[in-house]
């Protein structure tokens, strides 16, 4: 199966990508876009129950998600790191960073965003979440296995 590495957000994996291109238009049903049609609701964010639920908050302003992206990608940003979604928008996109290492970036982004989300709904409908450690452990395992494929297939192509 061909895939299209480089198409909008870089990613392997349709499903990632369609949470993360609903994110990045502000479209996930978050609690302060719900609460705006429905004032009763609880805006709290289910993953830290300390501030109001938004899409800044889970990705990754929320202590639960922070923690998440920082261990996926302090190593790869260093002094970059930033866990501010405007932010980290920019520096994804910026076409001036080495190629292998944007991938990388962006396909953790999705992932992150994906497995954070997941969580957070499993919350929300009263099934048990995994806990944070099992949360970065599977993502970083996703962004690994999808970094070793890319390299089996460089060495094959
Ligand atoms: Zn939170």
Same mark, same amino acid.
């Given at each position: 199966?061909?895939?299209?590495?480089?198409?909008?957000?870089?990613?392997?994996?349709?499903?990632? %990508?369609?949470?993360?291109?609903? %994110?990045?238009?502000?479209?996930?049903?978050?609690?302060?876009?719900?609460?705006?049609?429905?004032?009763?609701?609880?805006?709290?964010?289910?993953?830290?129950?300390?501030?109001?639920?938004?899409?800044?908050?889970?990705?990754?302003?929320?202590?639960?998600?922070?923690?998440?992206?920082?261990?996926?990608?302090?190593?790869?940003?260093?002094?970059?790191?930033?866990?501010?979604?405007?932010?980290?928008?920019?520096?994804?996109?910026?076409?001036?960073?080495?190629?292998?290492?944007?991938?990388?970036?962006?396909?953790?982004?999705?992932? %992150?965003?994906?497995?954070?989300?997941?969580?957070?709904?499993?919350?929300?409908?009263?099934?048990?979440?995994?806990?944070?450690?099992?949360?970065?452990?599977?993502?970083?395992?996703?962004?690994?296995?999808?970094?070793?494929?890319?390299?089996?297939?460089?060495?094959?192509?």
């Amino acid at each position: 199966m061909r895939r299209d590495v480089n198409g909008p957000g870089g990613s392997g994996s349709p499903k990632f %990508a369609f949470v993360a291109w609903l %994110a990045a238009r502000d479209r996930l049903s978050t609690m302060d876009r719900i609460s705006k049609w429905d004032h009763r609701v609880d805006e709290t964010c289910v993953l830290c129950k300390r501030e109001p639920e938004s899409r800044n908050h889970l990705f990754f302003e929320c202590v639960f998600s922070a923690s998440v992206w920082e261990h996926l990608t302090k190593g790869i940003l260093l002094s970059n790191h930033s866990n501010v979604w405007q932010d980290i928008v920019f520096i994804i996109s910026d076409e001036r960073m080495e190629g292998k290492k944007r991938y990388c970036l962006r396909y953790a982004f999705q992932a %992150a965003i994906h497995a954070i989300w997941r969580e957070r709904n499993k919350i929300r409908h009263n099934e048990k979440a995994l806990p944070i450690t099992a949360v970065m452990k599977m993502v970083e395992k996703g962004v690994r296995n999808k970094l070793s494929i890319l390299r089996t297939k460089r060495v094959k192509g």
